[in-house]
C-alpha cells in the first residue's frame, strides 16, 4: 500500500524507546501547516482511554492542527495522571509546533494499565517534530509509528477533481490485532487539502465510519481506545459547489476509510480467510446491520469458514438471534455465489466443490438476502482459527 | 450423576437408527402415568426447529402426558413437512400410550437441514414405549437418548420435604457442544411429583431458567432448538400452603436447573477451565446480567483464562461495552480472589503466582463489583481453546 500526503501536511515516525523493538515506530506525528477543520468518531466504550477523553473533547472545537501517536502504551485505566500525561503529550508538540496545545490532538494504543514513559516522549517528540515532512517516505513511517501487532503499515489516497482541480483524501490506520497482555485497537487518521465547513466535515466523515470502521470485526470486542480522525485544511482552495460534487467526495472518503478498513481485516491475528457478509432485502439498514454484525462475530460461523465448511445452518441461525423480525422462508443465502438455501430450505448444491472452493480461494462471500425491504449492509470480518486462540492464550510468567 | 424419577414419572431411552454408532441412545421418552402441569422457555431464535413450534403451542393448554426427544436430527429448516413429522412423532407416541396427541410435546436435536427418518422412528417408538420404567437406570437410559456430543448424561435429583411429606425434583439436559456440521442444542427436562396449578409451574420454571440456563454460555450462538420443560403430576399429593414451602420448593428447583446448566459448561467443548463470573453492586438485575454476559461471550477474556493471564484489562473492557451507564472508578475486580483492579485503577499483586493458580485450579473466579447498587448476577462460561477451534472447524469432504 502506498499513498502521499494531501497538500500541507506534514508526517513522520520514529522509535523513541517505548517499544523494546528498536526497529519499531512508537511515535508518529501528522500535522497541517495550517489549521484544519476536524471531526472525530470514537469508541463507544464506557471504559476509555485518557487520549479518547482528551481528544473528543478537542474535536468539538473542530479546527486543529493534527494529532500524536503513540504506540506500545494504550494510556487507559492510568486515572486522573493519566488525563494529565495525554494533556502533557499534546503540549509538548504544540510547544514545539508554536501552536496551542488544544489544537493538538492525541491517541495512544498498546498495552493498558500503565502510565506513560515521559522521559522516552520527551526526548521523542523534539524529534519526531524535526522529521516533518511532505514525502510518502514521511507518511510511511508515520503509519508505522501507530502499529501494534499490526504486520503492514495501511495507508491508502485517492484522488479526485473537483471544478478542474485536483484535491486529495489520505488516510493511514493500525489493526484491531491483540496480543495478550496488551490489548490493542483500531486507530485511522484520514487527512485531506478540500475545504470543507464544520458540519460537512463531521457528517461525511461519520457516513464513511458507518459503512466502513463500524462494520468491521474481528472478534467483537470494542477497544478502550478506538478513533477515527478527519482533517481538512483546505489548502487546494477547492469548496464543493454541487451535488454532484459532494457526493464524489464522499465516494472517495468511503473508499479510502473502506480500503483501511478492510486492511485491518485482512490483517487480522490468525486470520486464513477474508470474509465479506452481504445482507440484503431488509426493511431498513439497522435490520441489517444487526443480522451482518452476528452472522460476522459468530465463533461458529468464522470456525466453518476455518474448516472450509459451508455450512448454511450456522449462518442462518446465527441471522435468527440478532432480534430483527423475520420469518425463515424469507431467507435466501449464497456462499461464494453458490445458492446453498432458499425461500427457509436448504437446496441441492455440490457440497465438496464449493468446500474446495473456500479452502483453495481464501476469499468467502457470505450473501443474505431478504424478501422484506431494499435496505442492506456490507460487513467484512476474519475466520477464527487455532493461531488466533494461540496468540491470544500465549502468555508466559 | 445420579437421580431418581418423582413418583409416576417414568423414562427409556434406545438406539433407534438415527445416529450411525449403535452403542448410542438417540431416542428418549419421559412420560407421566397421570396428565401433568406442564411449563416451558423455547429458544427466540426466529428461525427455530418444527418440534420448538409444535411443543411451544402446546405447552399453553397446560397439561401433557410427557416429552419424546430424538437426538442426531434437530428437524430444523424443514418447512412444512417437518411441521408434520413432529406432529406425527407425538401421535406415534401417543396411541401407544392411548392418550391425545396434544399431550405429548416433542424435541429433536442434532443435524439441522434433513428430514427425520421416519422409518426408525416408527420401528423405534413402540420399542421406547414399551422399555418404560421407574427405575434409575431408565432414567439414565433416557438422559442418554438425548445426548449428542455430550460426554456425559446430565441427571440432577433434590428431594425436599413439605408439610411432613417427600417431594422429588428431577432434571435431565444435554448440552450446548457442537461439532460440524451439526448443530446441537440445549435441552432440559424436569418432573416432579409436587401438585402445583399452571402459573406457580410456569412462574417457579421462569425464576429458575434466568438463573441457570439463561446464565451460560459456551459461545454465543443460540441455538434453533433449545427447549427446557418443567412437569408436575402431583402424585405425592403435596401443594404448597405456605409461602416458606413455596420458596423452598423454588430453591430445589433453582438448584436442579442450575446443576444441570454448569454442568452443560463443564463439558462444553474443548474447555480447560470452568469460569464463574459474578457481577455485583448493579442498580438492576438486567443491568448485572448484560455486564456478566458480555465478559462472559468475550473471545479475548476466554483466551486470556486459556492462557492463565490475570489480564484485567480485557474483563474490564468487556464490562464497558455492555451498553450499560457506569464510570471506571465505579469498578473494582477480584480474580480467584485476588484483587487486581480498584475504583479504576491498577493495583499491585503478584501475577506470576495467580497465573500459576489458575493454570492449576482449573476454576475461575471473576468477580466484578461495582458501587451503584445491591442487584447481582452470577453467570457461567467456559475458556476458547484451540481444540474448541479444531473441532468445530474440522470438516471433510
Known amino acids: 500500500m502506498t499513498a502521499q500526503l494531501p497538500g500541507g501536511f506534514l508526517s513522520a515516525g520514529l522509535h523513541c524507546g517505548i517499544k523494546s523493538d528498536k526497529a519499531k515506530n512508537d511515535l508518529a506525528l501528522f500535522v497541517s501547516e495550517t489549521p484544519a477543520v476536524v471531526a472525530g ?4 466504550n464506557k471504559v476509555c482511554g485518557a487520549p479518547v477523553v482528551v481528544s473528543r473533547e478537542r474535536v468539538t472545537q473542530s479546527q486543529a492542527r ?3 501517536i503513540n504506540s506500545g502504551n ?3 485505566c492510568t486515572g486522573d495522571r ?3 500525561d495525554a494533556q502533557w503529550m499534546t503540549a509538548q508538540v504544540a510547544a514545539h509546533l508554536k501552536c496551542e496545545p488544544a489544537q493538538m490532538l492525541v491517541c495512544s494504543t498498546g ?3 500503565h502510565f506513560l514513559p515521559k522521559d522516552k516522549l520527551e526526548a521523542g517528540i523534539p524529534a519526531v517534530v524535526e522529521k516533518l515532512s511532505a514525502t510518502d ?3 510511511e513511517q508515520g503509519a508505522r509509528g501507530m502499529m501494534t501487532t499490526d504486520t503492514f503499515p495501511k495507508l491508502v489516497s485517492r484522488k479526485i477533481e473537483v471544478g478542474g482541480t485536483e484535491v486529495t483524501i489520505t488516510g493511514v490506520a493500525k489493526g484491531a490485532a491483540m ?9 485511522a487518521v484520514i487527512m485531506s487539502d478540500i475545504q470543507l465547513n464544520e458540519q460537512q466535515t463531521d457528517l461525511m466523515l461519520r457516513h464513511a465510519v458507518d459503512r466502513s470502521f463500524n462494520c468491521i470485526s474481528v472478534d467483537g470486542h470494542m477497544s478502550t481506545s478506538d478513533t477515527v480522525l478527519f482533517f481538512n485544511n483546505g489548502q487546494s482552495g477547492v469548496t464543493l459547489t454541487t451535488e454532484e460534487e459532494e457526493e464524489l467526495l464522499q465516494q472517495a472518503l468511503n473508499e479510502v476509510a473502506r480500503e483501511l478498513a478492510t486492511a485491518i481485516i485482512r490483517d487480522a491475528e490468525g486470520a486464513e ?6 445482507v440484503m432485502g431488509m426493511r431498513t439498514r439497522e435490520e441489517a446491520y444487526l443480522i451482518a454484525k452476528e452472522i460476522s462475530e459468530s465463533a461458529l460461523v468464522k470456525t466453518a469458514i476455518t474448516g472450509a465448511d459451508p455450512n448454511w445452518g450456522r449462518i442462518v441461525s446465527a441471522a435468527g438471534y440478532a432480534k430483527v423480525d423475520f420469518e425463515e422462508q424469507d431467507v435466501t443465502l449464497f456462499l461464494n455465489g453458490t445458492k446453498i438455501f432458499e425461500a427457509g430450505m436448504p437446496v441441492e448444491y455440490d457440497d465438496a466443490a464449493l468446500s474446495r472452493e473456500i479452502r483453495d480461494n481464501r476469499e468467502v462471500h457470505i450473501e443474505l438476502q431478504m424478501t422484506l425491504g431494499e435496505e442492506r449492509v456490507r460487513f467484512w470480518t476474519s475466520d477464527l482459527t487455532q493461531e488466533y486462540v494461540r496468540l491470544n492464550s500465549d502468555y508466559t510468567t
Open 41 to 44: 468518531v470514537f469508541t463507544q
Open 66 to 68: 493534527g494529532v500524536v
Open 74 to 76: 494504550a494510556n487507559a
Open 82 to 84: 493519566g488525563l494529565k
Open 111 to 113: 498495552v493498558i494499565g
Open 137 to 139: 517516505e514521511a507518511l
Open 179 to 187: 496480543i495478550a497482555p496488551n490489548m490493542a485497537t483500531m486507530l
Open 273 to 278: 480467510h477474508f470474509i465479506t457478509v452481504d
